[in-house]
């Protein structure tokens, strides 16, 4: 029967689990790794509360599977796995500016020049302490 198979395949890799106890701890950054590329092959900026959802999820698998080891070793591995994509989620809604809806034209800008990047169509410049004759309100960015 295919449960009689999944049980001794479930067998097996506890066994192997078991004997590898020592190094259990170097998986670690590995899965943190694995849900940060996860967050960064995604096609779309998933939503701030799906990282932390995902993670609540992994525990409660974990804390339901405390008494069978393979179990409780994949949801630890899954929690990894969760952590390190919620961290990549948080940083980057951390981190996100604010992006133009549309247009805004020819905007006269004073400041201080931080920095200036080439790109491989024309600039990027960072600006600081920046003042500009507004236009109106409803039209400049935030």
């Known amino acids: 029967m295919l449960g009689d198979e999944a ?3 479930l067998g ?3 066994r192997l689990l078991l004997a590898e106890r020592e190094r ?3 998986w670690l950054p590995a899965a943190l790794g694995g849900g940060i590329a996860l967050y960064f092959g995604l096609p779309i900026e998933p939503p701030r509360w ?3 959802l995902i993670l ?3 525990i409660a698998a974990g804390i339901a599977l405390r008494r069978h080891l393979a179990g409780l070793c994949a949801a630890i591995g899954f929690s990894a796995v969760a ?3 919620t961290v990549a989620v948080e940083r980057a809604h951390d981190v996100a500016a604010p992006v133009l809806a549309r247009p805004s034209g020819v905007i006269e800008l004073q400041g201080r020049v931080v920095e ?3 790109l491989e169509r024309g600039h990027r410049v960072v600006l600081d302490a920046l003042a ?3 236009r109106r309100a409803a039209e400049l960015p935030a």
């Open 7 to 9: 049980g001794a395949a």
């Open 12 to 14: 097996g890799i506890a």
């Open 132 to 134: 500009f004759a507004p």
């Open 56 to 58: 609540l999820a992994a």
């Open 24 to 26: 259990w701890v170097l």
């Open 50 to 52: 799906i990282g932390p």
């Open 116 to 118: 200036v990047e080439p």
């Open 83 to 85: 952590l390190g994509f």
